[in-house]
RNA sequence: GCCGACGUAGCUCAGUUGGCAGAGCAGCCGCCUCGUAAGUGGCAGGUCGCGAGUUCGAAUCUCGCCGUCGGCUCCA
């Protein structure tokens, strides 16, 4: 997201949104006197701009802001950039009153700095580096699109101010379109899905963000552990079943409970005996203790510890969104001991693992982001010389494998650096799904230990990996990419039976009957309803294929196949068994 | 948690200025036996999210909770 300290971009795109922003600014200072406006960047599809308003507004006063911005528009304003020396620039937004301005030039310019102001008419002057099109006259196509609240710089202990966003495009085709687009994506929403779809459900008397998988959803779900666990297991993993709590003493050593808190249950404390039990928010204490069971040799490293496990996180309220953000969810996680030597190597197959599930798995539109400390000392743990290996570790993984990575600086785990792999969901916001960290500290802090050649005592470097994510966002994200039609593997029902009328019934619970053989998931639609209905049915399910059966079919040991594009096709009941079997086991997408 | 919006039948939604709660789909019971996206008749279904308050009277107004959505913050 843009940020005020933004490189300013004369691309005509940002350009024109950046100046609707500001006609937003004078149009809401005209209409509300007094009030303090912030900073108001363009962004991916549009335009904020975020205010201190003197008194509190609701979606309701958006009407009215856009067409004083229409009618600032009208009156073709020029945009005019006026340069000042800086001590002039904080004396005229001194006498405006306007204490953001006052203090973003405080913090970010220097002394002798020339500050550059754009002056919309007379109507409104903003700190701004530009560049702006030439007059209010070139803003064609604007709409507002809703209010917010956002504190100042981002940060939660600051006043929140009030944020308008808006959408900017060159011609009224363009936003039009833009507007269509949303709808669109709207449609491929997981949480409308699921619901249509019988995925999941989420219902108030189990609790906010605690998802109920349905039988269908539940039916993706496995088929996709399944897969995970054995692939796992042929690479050298060794799965596990630890529980989901334990001890709050083992947080405590952690350093979860000291930093996370917030965010976890309530610990469950037993008057009687005096023991404190805690939900677990994370796996990696669990899999130490594994690691711990045994004294551990160089021969053993590296050693590959791997759970699907379920983790609880009391995630604030407003945090909750979907199967995006829950508070109870199951990750394909995995631990990995191994030696200072084998970092890398580890870090590349863990990589590979998450590279070759997302491929299988239709996650293709990723990204990496190889997040990295910032310089607030208090959130990060451990020496210099540890992270720059780290770092050094993941960077290097990607670059033997030809990746390109965008840095993240302040997004690294409290113990370590780590790559994450970014998606973006229906409506474009950005996920970390696929996660694979460096942590030199853990093993510190729990004096793990591997006997090593010579007969010494060292420490292992651990890799955290997630190499599909947690099931509950990898669910949310394939519903959307594949807009609820899932590949014949995943589909949660593989084929519908549909005899054209009740005399057909027969044979058609034989080809059912024939395709269970075949461990295909497959419906028998006996209902009392015409064939075009049941069609009609199964269509929307978006059941891969559809095998029609009446007179012709039965004498000829047939089925008549439509697929769910629409495609017919006639065959031989055994060759269709076999192709959507084959299509199965190869996992086709 | 904070800002904004929302919560009416299983789902999608109507419900005028406060005056007897509606539709379509789904469900159930019939009839129809049909060749590639909705055959047809009937029946049933609602503490209007929950709890207070205002009022002769509240789905409608006020307040507090719960939940959902969009942002902000957070995301081990």
Redesign the pocket.
């Known amino acids: ?1 843009a940020e005020y300290a933004e490189e300013p971009s004369s691309e005509p795109l940002y350009v024109l949104r950046h100046s609707t922003a500001h006609v937003l600014a004078a149009a809401v200072c005209q209409l509300h006197p007094g009030t303090k406006y912030a900073i108001g960047p363009p962004i991916e599809n549009g335009f ?1 701009y975020d205010f201190e308003l003197p008194e ?5 006063d958006l009407r009215p802001i856009e067409k004083k911005m229409a009618e600032i528009i009208r009156k073709r304003l020029p945009f005019v950039q006026v340069k000042l020396p800086r001590a002039q620039a904080i004396e005229l937004f001194k006498e405006l009153g306007q204490t953001y301005k006052l203090e973003i030039l405080e913090a970010e310019a220097k002394d002798d700095e020339v500050i550059s102001t754009y002056q919309t008419g007379d109507l409104f002057v903003d700190l701004c580096r530009g560049p702006h099109v030439r007059d209010s006259g070139d803003i064609h196509a604007f709409k507002l ?7 100042w710089r ?3 202990h600051n006043k ?1 101010l ?2 308008i ?1 808006g959408t900017a495009w060159p011609t009224r085709e363009e936003l039009d379109q833009y507007l269509h687009d949303l709808a669109e994506a709207e449609k491929r ?1 997981h ?2 899905l699921g ?2 779809l019988k995925l999941f459900a ?3 008397r189990t ?4 998802p109920l998988w349905l039988p269908a959803g539940a039916t993706v779900r496995r088929e996709i552990e399944r897969w995970i666990v054995d692939e796992e297991v042929q690479r050298g993993y060794q799965h596990v079943r630890t529980p989901d709590v334990a001890r709050l003493d083992l ?1 405590k050593k ?1 350093g ?2 000291d ?6 249950y309530p610990p469950m404390r037993f008057e009687e005996s005096g023991e404190v039990l805690e939900l677990r ?2 796996n ?1 204490p669990h899999h130490i203790l594994v690691y711990q069971t045994e004294l551990r040799s160089y021969r053993d490293l590296p050693l590959r510890i791997a759970e699907i496990g379920n ?1 609880w ?10 199967m ?2 829950v508070r109870a969810f199951a990750l394909n996680d995995a631990h990995i001991f191994c030696t200072p030597e084998q970092l890398e190597q580890e870090v590349r197959g863990s990589l590979e693992l998450a590279m070759y599930f997302s491929e299988v798995l239709g996650v293709d539109e990723y990204w990496y982001r190889l ?1 990295v400390r910032d310089d607030t000392k208090a ?1 990060w743990i451990g020496g210099e010389a540890e992270w720059s290996a780290a770092q050094a570790a993941l960077a290097g993984a990607l670059a033997s494998l030809d990746q390109v990575y965008r840095l993240g600086p ?6 370590g650096p ?1 790559i ?1 792999f970014q998606v973006r ?1 229906a ?6 799904n696929s ?1 694979v ?1 460096v942590d030199f500290q853990l093993p510190e802090l729990f004096d793990l230990e591997y006997v090593a050649e010579d007969g010494g005592r060292r420490r292992p470097v651990m890799v ?1 990996r997630g190499a599909a994510g947690a099931m509950e966002r990898l669910f949310a994200y394939l519903i959307e990419r594949y807009a609820g039609a899932f590949p014949t593997w995943l589909a949660p029902t593989q084929v519908v039976v ?7 019934l027969p044979f058609a619970a034989e080809v059912a009957a024939r395709l269970k053989r075949s461990r295909i998931r497959v419906d028998l639609d006996d ?7 049941k ?3 199964a ?2 399910r978006k059941v891969p294929y ?1 095998a ?7 004498e000829a040991g047939e089925v ?3 697929d ?1 594009a ?1 495609a ?1 096709t ?1 065959e031989p009941l055994e060759d269709f068994a076999q192709r959507v079997a084959l299509e199965i086991a190869e996992r086709r997408r």
């Open positions: 997201m904020y509190p507004i609701g979606e309701s699109m809703r209010l917010a609240g956002a504190y981002g940060d939660e929140m009030t944020r966003y929403d949480k409308r619901r249509e989420f219902d108030e609790g906010a963000g605690l947080y952690s979860h409970w930093r996370y808190h917030d965010s976890m928010p994370m990696c983790n996180r009391f995630e604030k309220s407003g945090e909750l969104s979907g995006n953000r997040s959130k302040g997004e690294a785990a409290f113990y780590k994450d969901d409506m474009h916001r950005e996920f970390t996660t960290q955290h549909i005899p054209i009328t009740d005399a057909h209902s009392q309803e015409r064939m075009n209905k069609i009609r049915e269509q929307a559809m029609i059966v009446g007179d012709r079919e039965r008549s196949v439509r769910r629409g017919q006639a």
